[in-house]
């Protein structure tokens, strides 16, 4: 099976230059079909329709070589932004088994904002699946800064998660100690 070439994970690119409201669209996250997220992704691109797809970059087997290839950073889940009457259209791609409504708005575009954050770094990145309680942090320095998350100390350093509340999920990212300080 050949590996495809990388494909935008955000579209438009300037997705989150501005804050949601001012266009008249609203975020959905789209529960999809089994490994359908970057076909979901490419038919957004192709209906016009905004989108997030946070992936990072795996290491695997294709052929007898190890390569690299993007992978979904929470499997099952696209972001997407539309208007309330052009849902359907994420729908018809026939990709898409549940569109869920965020109630928050807000604080789903501040989540996603932050998740790009950590992917921005170029570090490796991991899903965390169960988000357990933990000390809040906010880092104070880096090119993070300003980042709310919570922290979990491991002998390699700092593991600071950022989480999306809505899907119950988030990404973590090992940092340096001095970044960070304890959210008021």
């Not at 992704?41 to 690299?68: D, E, N, S």
């Not at 996603?112 to 000390?135: F, I, S």
């Not at 880092?139 to 709310?148: E, F, I, Q, S």
Request: charged share 25%; proline share 9%; net charge positive.
């Amino acid at each position: 099976m050949p590996v495809l070439p990388d494909e935008p994970d955000t579209y438009p690119a300037d997705l989150f230059a501005s804050p949601p409201g001012a266009d008249g669209l609203v975020w959905w996250v789209a529960h999809t079909r089994p490994r359908q997220e970057k076909a979901t992704a490419r038919a957004c691109i192709a209906a016009g329709l905004p989108f997030y797809l946070p992936c990072r970059t795996r290491r695997t087997k294709v052929g007898g070589r190890v390569v690299p290839v993007r992978v979904p950073l929470f499997p099952g889940y696209v972001f997407v932004r539309s208007s309330i009457a052009d849902r359907w259209r994420v729908m018809a791609t026939k990709r898409v088994a549940q569109l869920l409504p965020v109630g928050d708005q807000e604080r789903m575009w501040a989540d996603l904002r932050r998740v790009r954050a950590v992917l921005d770094l170029g570090r490796p990145v991991q899903a965390e699946q169960k988000l357990d309680p933990g000390t809040r942090v906010v880092v104070r320095d880096g090119p993070l800064a300003g980042t709310p998350g919570t922290v979990v100390r491991e002998a390699g350093g700092f593991k600071f998660v950022v989480a999306v509340d809505f899907i119950q999920q988030g990404v973590s990212v090992i940092v340096d100690g001095e970044w960070l300080g304890v959210a008021a």
